[in-house]
């Protein structure tokens, strides 16, 4: 069974453009690491520019796994550079009943 999760990246100042290609790069790289499941994943933009990834990890062994893969951190380096990880209840939209997201193509 896997982990379907919620992950939240606010972009840094000047990083708009920078995060979207990190975000881009980021299931490919795990997929081809073998650490999700072929579940489609998600991205949207929230009204300030945040943007919000859905995906499955494949177990919470995967989880650790990609902590040691050298391909997973260097992409979490651009992420590190482009962003900060915020909680979703961080976000205005999440405060309404059924929050809404503007779509981000990730192909």
Avoid: Q
């Avoid at 997929?31 to 009204?47: C, N, P, V």
């Avoid at 482009?82 to 909680?87: D, G, R």
């Amino acid at each position: 069974m896997g982990i379907i999760v919620i992950a939240c990246f606010k972009p840094k100042e000047g990083k708009n453009e920078l995060l979207l290609e990190a975000v881009r790069e980021h299931l490919p790289v795990l997929r081809k690491e073998g650490l999700i499941t072929d579940r489609e994943g998600y991205a949207m933009r929230s009204k300030d520019g945040s943007i919000i990834e859905v995906f499955e990890w494949k177990s919470e062994e995967a989880i650790d796994k990609a902590h040691k893969s050298e391909a997973v951190l260097n992409l979490w380096k651009k992420f590190e550079e482009a962003c900060e990880y915020i909680p979703i209840e961080n976000l205005e939209e999440a405060k309404k009943l059924f929050p809404g997201f503007e779509p981000v193509n990730t192909k």
